[in-house]
């Protein structure tokens, strides 16, 4: 399962945009990246998901280079509620014996403030 | 609100005791996730199951130990508690045992929070 590596924290004002880098360099070719978001106390939430170049919702914008080794987070115009963990996973898409043990990663504590 | 519900949300218990925690996933999800987070730590993995069988393990101690009956509802449970046991455990349902992406995400309950005293 792809190691991946993030920020443990950001500080930003609210208006402007935020992005959050994660990296995996042993993604493998059938993993997919998502991004999830946490609020203290609550389970975490789906924000994004992708495999190559980009996805936009109405949320989020997620970027995924051609080595696919890294992806970015990309929150426009945060707000003081978007002050939560944030959470970089590389899942594989197959169906194995095994199972998937989804593991996430340390986090990326985003503080906004006025 | 995610459609999976854990019981109890809270819970205060005594060294060398022993606690079970519930979990109902959403509907038509098959698979359930495991997952401990102590105070100011990252999600770990304890334990995946799908529709009934064990999946994948992660770092659970032998202490506890899990299972998912044929409603699909899945328990947790930890004995021989100790103060280190104390954090937030969070159970998650996906459609498939894969997980992400073809089902598009995990859905998180909103967590037990269990101290152990």
């Known amino acids: 399962l792809a190691k991946t590596t993030q920020p443990i924290s950001m500080d930003s004002y609210e208006g402007q945009e935020v992005n959050i880098t994660c990296s995996h360099n042993?993604?493998?070719?059938?993993?997919?990246i998502t991004w999830y978001q946490q609020f203290p106390s609550q389970g975490p939430r789906f924000i994004i998901q992708?495999?190559?170049t980009k996805v936009t919702n109405e949320v989020a914008s997620l970027f995924i280079p051609a080595d696919r080794k890294s992806s970015t987070l990309s929150l426009p115009r945060v707000s003081l509620s978007d002050t939560a963990v944030y959470y970089c996973?590389?899942?594989?898409?197959?169906?194995?014996?095994?199972?998937?043990?989804?593991?996430f990663g340390t986090g990326t504590q985003l503080k906004v403030e006025l | 609100d995610s459609g999976v519900t854990q019981t109890p949300k809270h819970l205060i218990t005594a060294t060398g005791q022993r606690v079970t925690l519930r979990c109902s996933p959403r509907?038509?999800?098959?698979?359930v996730y495991w997952y401990q987070q102590s105070l100011d730590q990252g999600l770990q993995f304890l334990i995946q199951?799908?529709?009934?069988?064990?999946?994948a393990k992660g770092n659970i101690l032998e202490r506890f130990s899990a299972q998912q009956f044929p409603d699909l509802h899945s328990e947790l449970n930890l004995s021989s508690l100790e103060l280190g046991d104390s954090a937030l455990y969070f159970c998650?349902?996906?459609?498939?045992?894969?997980?992400?992406?073809?089902?598009?995400?995990?859905?998180f309950g909103e967590g037990s929070r269990l101290t152990v005293l």
């Open positions: 998650a349902s996906s459609v498939e045992a894969g997980g992400p992406p073809s089902s598009g995400e995990l859905f």
């Open positions: 042993n993604i493998a070719t059938n993993d997919y």
């Open positions: 992708g495999y190559k």
């Open positions: 996973l590389v899942a594989p898409t197959e169906v194995t014996g095994g199972g998937n043990k989804l593991t």
């Open positions: 509907s038509g999800d098959l698979s």
């Open positions: 199951y799908y529709n009934g069988e064990e999946r």
